[in-house]
């Protein structure tokens, strides 16, 4: 398979006031693959991520320059419409965040936003996506329960769920296991390895296994600078600089 | 050495204790004491009658109260459907909208109209809000007012009660997580409908609550309604008519004409009454709070 570019990167730039997050990337997200953004902490990995879906927009005093685009579309042209940007990405934060309502609720939030009424036609989503996120079996009988009282694990299969409802092309997933038990990571894990057949995946990672393990492409940020990006192959088998060769073998930290 | 700290430990221990627990108390102790003073007058008269006669003539011997109570439950009714939509509004703009250098000015605003004394809120209404009604408002809605009335009151109140509510919303707003916020708008949704459907969600209990402290206060609150609402012990049948809320009786008339026999004893029950009603909100406020903890989360 040939790799498509999904989303563009050029010359961004993010600034938090007088203090720059992200400083000049230029980089190519391949599409139906799973994209390793990795890096020390405070390196800009969740900057650039959010950058993706304009999360970044409402940070009090946040300025950027350079593009991003999607399908050829640059993403911070005024005109385009932000909230069917944000449809076309399923977001998996840190920490699931649950909506305060049930379990069904959250899977139909977003269909519901976007227009869809129908019981039949919501029910139908509702079943289809938590069977997608591996959570159908366990939540069948309680579909109306606050979704509050899931485990952790399992509220973070719902917000996966609630994100591929709204039937994106992308999803993000910022340090989506950091908060998991290993039991609970490895179901996400191999739930991203099933669905980058059908969508292309970002994830920020701190976890060097975790993106051994999953990247086809990766990204490696240091202190808001792209250091080295490439197939994950090549990125970790022979890294050509040696922050990264550092990185890699855990010198950085 | 040693013995004195440890001497001194447990006295401040028990100090301490004694404090916390009189203070828990001192509702009771009140309740109790304007129990005490009002039993001549319920023993003279049912309590049934006490509440629900309209007829207050002291030197007669008839201290019907309900005119009071319904003064009270109108004046504070209006502040309430005044207050609430503003105070909301305004929280959710503060919160969700506002710039973080509009937040810093106009916080600390509207926290000192908590602190400004009510005769100053009094007078305000006196020159402002009672002409407004008698010149323009009551004309407008085709009847005549002195404009000391049910409105004047309730407005007033209103005023008094947003930095209350506004205050609370606030600080309930800004314990909803932002990324509940942002796993919202990553699914499309506008800011609006995650202020509707997330933020207000999850806030509820807190915004109950918030309005259940304004209650309290408008149902208390004396000198600025006592000095717009007209004092006319009969029982308001529009917003146009002047009410007596029960504060403003008690404070109107307590230590005058004490040598009327009973008298004493029935305002002490009108502060007895207003001291349950009180109480009575503030526990429905824990019931309607828990009910919608468990509905959502």
Same mark, same amino acid.
């Given at each position: 398979m040939e790799n498509h570019t999904h989303i563009r990167v050029r010359e961004l730039s993010v600034y938090y006031g007088r203090e720059q997050a992200l400083k000049n990337i230029s980089v190519d997200i391949p599409e139906k693959r799973i994209t390793a953004i990795i890096g020390p902490s405070g390196c800009g990995k969740t900057t650039l991520l959010k950058s993706f879906n304009r999360l970044i927009d409402s940070i009090d005093g946040v300025r950027v320059s350079g593009e991003i685009s999607m399908n $050829?579309?640059?993403?911070?042209?005024?005109?385009?419409?932000?909230?069917? !940007?944000?449809?076309?990405?399923?977001? !998996?934060?840190?920490?699931? @965040?649950?909506?305060?309502?049930?379990?069904?609720?959250?899977?139909?939030? $977003?269909?519901?936003? @976007? $227009?869809?009424?129908?019981?039949?036609?919501?029910?139908q989503i509702v079943e289809h996506y938590l069977k997608e996120s591996s959570l159908w #079996? #366990?939540?069948?009988?309680?579909?109306?329960?606050?979704?509050?009282?899931?485990?952790?694990?399992?509220?973070?299969?719902?917000?996966?769920?609630? $994100?591929?409802?709204? #039937?994106?092309?992308?999803? !993000?997933?910022?340090?989506?296991?950091s908060a998991l038990d290993p039991t609970a990571s490895q179901r996400i894990e191999e739930k991203f390895l099933q669905l980058k057949a059908r969508y292309t995946i970002v994830v920020v990672t701190h976890i060097l296994r975790q993106a051994v393990r999953l990247a086809d492409y990766v990204v490696f940020l240091y202190l808001g600078e792209l250091i080295e990006h490439g197939p994950a192959e090549e990125v970790f088998k022979s890294p050509k600089k040696e922050l990264t060769q550092g990185y890699i073998k855990g010198v950085i930290v | 050495m040693q013995k004195l700290q440890i001497i001194q430990d447990r006295v401040a221990r028990q100090v301490m204790f004694a404090l916390a627990a009189f203070a828990g108390l001192i509702v009771f102790l009140m309740a109790f004491g304007l129990f005490v003073r009002s039993r001549p007058i319920l023993e003279s008269f049912p309590l049934f009658e006490l509440l629900s006669s309209s007829s207050w003539h002291p030197l007669k011997g008839e201290f019907g109260l309900f005119p009071f109570l319904l003064g009270t439950l109108w004046v504070t009714g209006v502040s309430i459907v005044v207050a609430v939509p503003f105070s909301l509004l305004c929280a959710i703009h503060l919160s969700e909208y506002a710039t973080r250098r509009i937040c810093e000015w106009v916080k600390p605003l509207i926290d000192l109209l908590a602190g400004i004394p009510s005769v100053v809120y009094g007078i305000c209404g006196v020159l402002i809000i009672v002409p407004l009604i008698k010149n323009h408002l009551a004309p407008l809605f085709g009847t005549f007012s002195t404009g000391y009335t049910v409105l004047a009151g309730g407005l007033v109140l209103a005023v008094m009660v947003f930095p209350i509510i506004i205050h609370v919303a606030l600080e309930v707003f800004s314990s909803v997580p932002y990324e509940v916020r942002e796993a919202s708008l990553a699914l499309g949704a506008t800011k609006w409908q995650t202020v509707k459907l997330v933020v207000l969600r999850k806030?509820?209990? =807190?915004?109950?609550?918030?309005? *259940?402290? =304004?209650?309290? %206060?408008?149902? =208390?609150?004396?000198?600025? *309604?006592?000095? *717009?609402? =007209?004092?006319?012990? %009969?029982?308001?049948?529009? &917003?146009?008519? /002047?009410?007596?809320?029960?504060?403003? +009786?008690?404070?109107?008339?307590?230590?005058?004409?004490?040598? *009327? /026999?009973?008298?004493?004893?029935?305002?002490?029950?009108?502060?007895?009454?207003? +001291? +349950?009603? &009180?109480?009575?909100?503030?526990?429905l406020s824990r019931f309607v709070l828990i009910h919608v903890e468990k509905g959502i989360q």
């Open positions: $050829g579309d640059n993403i911070f042209n005024p005109k385009i419409d932000v909230t069917l !940007l944000r449809k076309k990405m399923g977001l !998996l934060s840190q920490r699931p @965040h649950p909506l305060p309502m049930s379990i069904y609720d959250n899977v139909a939030y $977003g269909p519901r936003i @976007h $227009g869809i009424r129908k019981k039949r036609k919501l029910d #079996e #366990e939540v069948r009988d309680r579909l109306h329960t606050p979704a509050s009282g899931l485990s952790v694990g399992q509220q973070q299969r719902l917000c996966l769920a609630r $994100g591929l409802a709204v #039937e994106p092309e992308i999803i !993000l997933g910022d340090e989506p296991t | 806030a509820m209990p =807190g915004i109950i609550a918030a309005i *259940v402290l =304004g209650i309290s %206060r408008a149902f =208390g609150e004396t000198m600025a *309604v006592l000095m *717009v609402a =007209g004092n006319v012990a %009969r029982v308001p049948k529009s &917003v146009f008519d /002047p009410a007596y809320p029960l504060p403003a +009786l008690i404070a109107n008339n307590y230590g005058e004409m004490m040598s *009327v /026999p009973l008298y004493d004893s029935a305002l002490l029950l009108a502060s007895l009454v207003l +001291l +349950l009603v &009180v109480v009575f909100f503030n526990i």
